[in-house]
């Protein structure tokens, strides 16, 4: 059973678009989400989080939007850039020292 | 920031030898070790969780007398992948969990790419 469902697969836009990736979940306990970038051969790396107490967070060209009632959270990338290409995984964390769930993943293109 | 070292980046390993995978937190002291594996265009999948001084907790299918995981101390856990098959080859990543002042932190390793042949 998938907790969290990440879409589109693949996703390919111009540079300077804005990409948007979405993540759905159902667990109520999650309260932590967490945006992964990774390039291929390497391990993820965080890019941005947030908590379910606010409904927006942004960190230079990314900004996660947060719908607790829709339990929806997605990620916009603004201005992208070709060095933003690399796949996208959004995770949740219930509370504790438990591990991540973790979307399927989105591979990004972004075109000159 | 936090930062966890994994070792080798890339093995290839004859069949049926042995290959050990090292993770160590460099700047922090990591509660619990989670070791995840990774096939091309997936996701990451949770193979086990280790806490320091502890038996590992093995995720459904995986199996515990091929994939030896040790976390001997809070900076150091090794993966050892036992009478490896060309089926164990895949990506491997390690992520290190931390208290923080909001709750826990993730940091990962680069991963280490395992060829068997």
């Known amino acids: 059973q998938q907790q969290v469902k990440q879409s589109p697969q693949s996703l390919i836009v111009q540079k300077g678009g804005i990409p948007i990736i979405n993540c759905a979940y159902e667990?109520?306990?999650?309260?932590?989400f967490p945006w992964y970038q990774q390039f291929p051969g390497k391990g993820p790396a965080l890019l941005i989080a947030?908590?379910?107490?606010?409904s927006e967070k942004k960190e230079g060209r990314f900004t996660i939007s947060f719908n607790k009632s829709a339990k929806q959270f997605s990620l916009h990338i603004m201005d992208s850039q070709p060095g933003d290409s690399a796949t996208y995984f959004c995770?949740?964390?219930?509370?504790?020292?438990?591990?991540?769930?973790f979307g399927k993943g989105t591979r990004l293109s972004v075109i000159a | 920031g936090a930062v966890v070292s994994q070792h080798p980046s890339w093995v290839i390993c004859k069949s049926g030898t042995s290959v050990k995978i090292e993770c160590r937190s460099l700047?922090?002291?990591?509660?619990?070790m989670f070791w995840y594996r990774q096939f091309p265009k997936q996701s990451l999948m949770l193979m086990a969780t280790?806490?320091?001084?502890?038996?590992?907790?093995?995720e459904q299918g995986v199996e515990k007398d091929k994939f030896l995981i040790n976390h001997a101390s809070l900076t150091l856990s090794t993966l050892t992948v036992t009478s490896a098959h060309p089926e164990d080859s895949s990506f491997y990543i390690c992520?290190?969990?931390?208290?923080?002042?909001?709750?826990?932190?993730?940091?990962f390793g680069s991963g280490t790419r395992l060829t068997v042949v």
């Open positions: 992520s290190a969990s931390e208290v923080r002042r909001q709750g826990y932190g993730y940091t």
């Open positions: 667990n109520t306990a999650f309260d932590y």
């Open positions: 947030i908590r379910p107490d606010v």
């Open positions: 995770a949740a964390h219930v509370s504790g020292n438990t591990p991540l769930v």
């Open positions: 700047d922090f002291q990591a509660t619990t």
């Open positions: 280790s806490n320091e001084g502890s038996k590992a907790t093995y």
